[in-house]
C-alpha cells in the first residue's frame, strides 16, 4: 500500500472523550493478536447479536470483523480486498464489509500471511467463528462463507424479532424460549472450542457491566437533547466503539462514565460543537460514509450539527421482569423486549417502529431536518429506508434528504454530487427557517 | 435599495458547458455560453468575458458574480458558491412565479424540487449515479444516430411507432439501440423511445416529492421538446420551458447575488 497516499477521512470531533477512541480500536486487534500468542481463544463476531458477554463471560476475545473493514475505509485502504473478494466470484452488491472480510481472508490464505501493511496490524486467524442472523443475511452466511479460506469451526445464531402487528402477548413466550435455545446452542458451542464450562456468575457480571455501559450510552444520548448540541453525530461514530467492541468489560463503563461527565458539563454550560448553531439534524437512518466522516463537519460549515442518529445504538435500556433469575433467560427476555420496544406506539399510530422512533426523536431534539445515508451493499439499513423517509413525511414537515454512497466501498460515491445536494439542502432549511 | 442599472453576473459551471449570464434589474442584458472543456478557470474566465461583451459592460461594472454548478469550487472569481438547485428554482421563479414543481435534466444529473411561492426549495431529489438519469444518455444515443443534440427533440416528435427499451442502463441501450437501428428501426421511433424511458425515471422522482403544478424544465433537457413531452405525457401536466433553459441556474445565481448584495 502507498502510505504516502492516505487521504483526510475522518471528521474533527466535538468531544475530548471521542479522541481517546482511537486507541482503543487499535487494542482490540492488539489483544486478539496477543490471546493467539497465549493460546487465549479469539472468535470472529458480529456485533448488536445480543450475545456478547456470552463471550466475556467464556473468556474468549472478540474480534469483530465488520469493525475491521470500517477501519479500512477509515484508512482508505480497502479496494485490494474489495477486488479481492469480487475476484473470488462475490458480487459488488453483497454487503461490502462481508467483501473486505473475505477479500482479507482470501489475500491471507494466499500470501500465507498477513497481508502487508493491513490497518492496525490486521486480523490474526480465528479460533472460532460465530455468525448471526441480527440485523441482516450476510452476517449469518458471511462465516460460512469464510471457510472457503481457513478452518476454524463456525456457529450461526439465530436472533428473531416479531413483527409490529404481531400480538406480543400471544407469541412472547415462543420466542423468549426460541431464544433462549439458540443462546444455550451458542454457549455449548464455546464449551467445547474453549474445554470450559459456562460460568453463570461470570455470565452475570459481564450482563451487569454490559448493562451498565448501555445505560450510561443511553444517558449521555439523553444529554444531548441540549441546545446547543454538546456532541455530534460524528462522534458517536466514534465512540460506539466501547458500546459494540468493549461490551461487558469495565473498561466501556469507565469510557461512558467519563463521556457522560464531558458532555453533562458542556450541557449544563451551554457549551456547543459550533458557535453559532443554526440547524440540528438527525441522521436518520444508514450506516455511516466511513470513507468520508470529514462531510459531518461540511455540514457544519454551513451552521448545521447533527444532534442525533439512528444507527449503532439500535436499543434503549430494557427493563426485565425481576423474575427472571437465569442469565441465559435474561439475555432472551432482554433480547425481545429490546425488539419490541416500538411495536405498540407504532401499532397506535404509523405502523412502523422505525417511524416511530423518529418521530419521538425528531420532538426531543428539536431537530430541523433529516438525513439518511443509502448505502448500496446494506439491504438492512437502505431497503426500506425510502419508504420510511415517506412515511415519516406524512408525520412531520421537515426537510429531509437521502444521500446516496456506500459504508465502505467508495466507487458508490461522489463527493460533487453529495456537496450539490447538501447545498441544497441547507437552503431548504433557511427556506423553512424564514417561513417560520 | 435601487437595484436598476445595477450589474450582477451569474455563472453555472455545468459537467458540460459553462454559461455566464449578466443581469441588470432581473433581466438578463448579456449572456455566453461555452463548452466546459478540461480547464474550468480558463471556460470560465472566457464565458464571462463574452458575456460582459455582450452585455457592452466591464467587470469592474459588476456590483457581484455568483457561482454554481458541478465546477463551482473551481471559480477563479470571488464569488461565493450557491447551490445549483436553489439558483435553479430562483431563475424558474422570475420566469414563472406560479412554477412549483422543477425539473431540471443537466449532463450528469436529474433534479427535481419543489419550490415554494417566495422561489425556495421545500425539497428535492437527484437521481441516482447513473447516466440514464441524464442528459449524457441523450447525448450517447445522438452521437449513435447522428442526429445532431440539438434536433432530436423535433425529431422525437414525428414518431409514430415508439419503441420500448428493455433496459433502464445507458451501457445496455446503447447495444439496444445498434441492435434497433441493424433492425431497421426509424431514429424517430428509436429517439421517442428514449424520451419515454427517461420520462419515466423523472416521474419517479417526481412522484417522490409529490408533484405540484406549474411543473417546469429546465437545463439542456428543456431544449427537447421530445423530452418535454414525453414527461408532459406521463405526468399529466402541461410542462413550463423558460426562455433558453440552460441558463436557468445562471441567472438565478445572479438574481440570488443582487438579493444578498443589495439586501
Not at chain 1, 444507527?311 to 426485565?320: A, E, L
Amino acid at each position: 500500500m502507498d502510505t504516502q497516499s492516505q487521504v483526510k477521512t475522518t471528521a474533527v470531533k466535538g468531544t475530548d472523550t471521542a479522541r481517546e477512541v482511537r486507541p482503543m480500536v487499535k487494542d482490540i486487534y492488539k489483544a486478539a493478536h496477543e490471546a493467539r500468542e497465549n493460546g487465549k481463544k479469539v472468535a470472529y463476531m458480529m456485533v448488536a447479536s445480543h450475545y456478547d458477554e456470552i463471550l466475556r463471560a467464556m473468556d474468549i476475545v472478540p474480534l469483530p470483523t465488520e469493525n475491521y473493514a470500517g477501519l479500512c475505509a477509515a484508512k482508505r485502504d480497502m479496494d485490494r480486498f474489495l477486488l479481492r473478494a469480487e475476484a473470488d466470484g462475490y458480487s459488488q452488491v453483497l454487503c461490502s464489509y462481508a467483501r473486505i472480510g473475505l477479500g482479507f481472508d482470501s489475500l491471507r490464505k494466499e500470501l500465507g500471511h498477513i497481508p502487508e501493511g493491513s490497518p492496525d496490524g490486521g486480523m490474526p486467524l480465528p479460533d472460532m467463528m460465530i455468525g448471526s442472523s441480527a440485523i441482516c443475511d450476510p452476517r449469518f452466511k458471511w462465516y460460512q462463507a469464510t471457510s472457503r479460506y481457513l478452518e476454524a469451526p463456525t456457529f450461526s445464531i439465530d436472533v428473531v424479532a416479531p413483527p409490529p402487528q404481531a400480538d406480543l402477548n400471544r407469541v412472547r413466550d415462543y420466542y423468549i424460549n426460541y431464544q433462549k435455545e439458540q443462546f444455550q446452542g451458542l454457549i455449548e458451542f464455546c464449551e467445547k472450542q474453549t474445554h470450559t464450562k459456562m460460568d453463570k456468575e461470570k455470565l452475570w457480571e459481564a450482563i451487569r457491566l454490559g448493562d451498565k455501559a448501555w445505560q450510561l450510552w443511553y444517558d449521555i444520548d439523553r444529554l444531548r437533547v441540549a441546545i446547543p448540541s454538546p456532541m455530534p453525530s460524528q462522534d458517536h461514530f466514534s465512540i460506539m466503539v466501547a458500546g459494540h467492541y468493549y461490551t461487558g468489560t469495565q473498561k466501556a463503563v469507565d469510557f461512558y462514565q467519563k463521556l457522560y461527565d464531558e458532555v453533562k458539563y458542556k450541557a449544563d454550560n451551554h457549551i456547543g460543537v459550533i458557535k453559532d448553531e443554526k440547524y440540528r439534524i438527525l441522521y436518520g437512518g444508514g450506516l455511516p460514509p466511513w470513507h468520508t466522516l470529514w462531510i459531518f463537519n461540511y455540514f457544519e460549515s454551513f451552521g448545521a450539527v447533527f444532534a442525533i442518529e439512528n444507527v449503532y445504538r439500535g436499543f434503549d435500556p430494557v427493563q426485565v421482569p425481576s423474575h427472571v433469575t437465569d442469565p441465559v433467560d435474561f439475555l432472551a427476555w432482554r433480547t425481545w423486549l429490546r425488539a419490541t420496544a416500538y411495536h405498540e406506539k407504532a401499532r397506535q399510530n404509523s405502523g412502523n417502529p422505525t417511524v416511530e422512533k423518529l418521530l419521538g426523536i425528531i420532538k426531543d431534539y428539536a431537530i430541523d431536518g433529516v438525513m439518511f445515508h443509502a448505502c448500496r451493499s446494506c439491504r438492512a439499513t437502505t431497503v426500506g429506508q425510502t419508504h420510511i423517509k415517506t412515511e415519516l413525511g406524512k408525520y412531520c414537515d421537515l426537510p429531509m434528504m437521502q444521500l446516496v454512497s456506500d459504508m465502505v466501498d467508495l466507487r458508490d460515491y461522489s463527493e460533487a454530487q453529495w456537496k450539490a445536494q447538501i447545498g441544497a439542502f441547507i437552503d431548504a432549511l433557511e427556506a423553512r427557517t424564514d417561513q417560520e | 435599495m435601487n437595484t436598476i442599472n445595477q450589474y450582477y453576473a451569474g455563472l453555472d459551471m455545468g459537467s458540460v458547458s459553462i454559461k455566464a449570464v449578466i443581469i441588470s434589474n432581473q433581466k438578463i442584458t448579456g449572456w455566453a455560453l461555452i463548452p466546459s472543456g478540461g480547464n474550468y478557470k480558463t471556460a470560465a474566465t472566457t464565458v464571462m468575458t463574452q458575456a460582459l461583451a455582450a452585455a457592452k459592460i466591464r467587470r469592474e461594472d459588476l456590483c457581484g458574480i455568483g457561482v454554481t454548478g458541478l465546477g463551482a469550487q473551481s471559480t477563479p472569481f470571488d464569488a461565493r458558491p450557491m447551490s445549483d438547485i436553489s439558483c435553479q428554482a430562483r431563475g424558474c421563479h422570475v420566469f414563472f412565479p406560479s412554477a412549483r414543481t422543477l425539473i431540471d435534466i443537466g449532463g450528469q444529473f436529474t433534479k427535481t424540487a419543489k419550490i415554494t411561492d417566495k422561489g425556495k426549495i421545500a425539497d428535492f431529489l437527484m437521481s441516482e449515479k447513473c447516466a440514464t438519469g441524464s442528459g449524457r444518455f441523450l447525448q450517447v444515443i445522438s452521437r449513435i444516430l447522428q442526429v445532431p443534440i440539438e434536433e432530436i427533440g423535433e425529431l422525437s416528435l414525428t414518431s409514430q411507432h415508439p419503441i420500448k427499451f428493455s433496459t433502464n442502463c445507458a451501457v445496455f441501450a446503447e447495444s439496444e439501440t445498434i441492435s434497433r437501428i441493424a433492425e431497421g428501426a426509424k431514429p424517430a421511433d428509436i429517439l421517442a423511445g428514449v424520451h419515454k424511458a427517461m420520462a419515466s425515471k423523472v416521474n419517479m422522482l417526481l412522484k417522490r416529492i409529490k408533484l405540484a403544478p406549474d411543473v417546469v424544465l429546465t437545463g439542456g433537457g428543456g431544449e427537447d421538446a421530445g423530452l418535454a413531452k414525453a414527461i408532459g405525457q406521463i405526468i399529466g401536466h402541461p410542462i413550463l420551458v423558460p426562455p433558453n433553459p440552460r441558463l436557468t441556474a445562471a441567472f438565478g445565481a445572479a438574481c440570488l447575488t443582487m438579493e444578498t448584495t443589495s439586501g
